[in-house]
């Protein structure tokens, strides 16, 4: 499972789509459009790009798609990963990241990261503080 973000970075670059989804996550959760990536360290960069990039590629491999296929391939949301390899195919000489991925909050209150390699499944601390004060119920 991924509970991460994958991106693709050239020369300082991040390429990564935007989808629609976004617009209601940041109306929602009362954020920014700025944009926070958080690179996870390079040891778990290459667990996640070798048990996630690399599957998915063989998977490809099995099908029978080649690089002018991929190409061609729009972008979905909630498939990090296959965009991520998409991107990379599109922008030669880029390399894949993964990571957390959000936005910074309107109230200052810092970042929210809709996609957190680390998350429990658990809202607890100021994350759980933040929504109850979203939702009136402090």
């Known amino acids: 499972m991924i509970k991460g973000h994958f991106w693709v970075e050239l020369d300082g670059k991040i390429i ?14 009362g954020l920014t459009n700025e944009k926070v990536y958080r690179p996870a360290s390079k040891t778990l960069q290459g667990r996640m790009i070798k048990t996630h990039i690399l599957a998915k590629l063989q998977t490809m491999i099995k099908l029978n798609m080649n690089k002018k296929e991929l190409a061609k391939v729009s972008p979905a949301a909630f498939c990090c990963d296959t965009n991520a390899i998409i ?46 004060k979203t939702l009136g119920l402090t």
């Open 87 to 132: 991107n990379k195919i599109k922008h030669p000489g880029s390399r894949i990241v993964y990571g957390d991925f959000g936005w910074k909050r309107k109230d200052g209150g810092g970042v929210y990261f809709e996609f957190e390699h680390d998350w429990n499944g658990k809202l607890d601390g100021p994350e759980l503080e933040y929504v109850m």
């Open 16 to 29: 990564d789509p935007w989808f629609e989804v976004y617009d209601g996550i940041i109306k929602l959760k």
